[in-house]
């Protein structure tokens, strides 16, 4: 019986507090009625209610429009990808 190699304990990562290290970090928020929002994150709270601004709109993958400011309600994501990220 070979002995493996211990590995460092994982820290478990809150999906919130992931969210809110990414504050100000370019961000992409897909809807689930499958609209994406793509800009930076200036906050979020608890209810995972996000903030961004020079977002723009993407439908199909298509730009639909550009907004200064948008607000996404929390229950209206179904995902959220921090673009530095990847």
């Given at each position: 019986?070979?002995?493996?190699?211990?590995?460092?304990?994982?820290?478990?990562?809150?999906?919130?507090?992931?969210?809110?290290?990414?504050?100000?970090?370019t961000?992409?928020?897909?809807l689930?009625?499958?609209i994406?929002?793509?800009?930076?994150?200036?906050?979020?709270?608890?209810?995972?209610?996000?903030?961004l601004?020079?977002?723009?709109?993407?439908?199909?993958?298509?730009?639909?429009?550009?907004?200064?400011?948008?607000?996404?309600?929390?229950?209206?994501?179904?995902?959220?990808?921090i673009?530095?990220?990847?």
């Amino acid at each position: 019986m070979s002995k493996q190699p211990s590995q460092p304990p994982q820290q478990t990562k809150r999906p919130l507090n992931v969210l809110q290290k990414a504050t100000s970090k370019t961000v992409s928020v897909r809807l689930k009625n499958e609209i994406e929002y793509k800009g930076k994150m200036s906050n979020v709270d608890p209810y995972m209610n996000v903030i961004l601004v020079d977002a723009e709109e993407s439908e199909n993958g298509k730009k639909v429009a550009n907004y200064g400011k948008v607000i996404i309600r929390g229950n209206n994501v179904l995902y959220v990808k921090i673009e530095d990220r990847l």
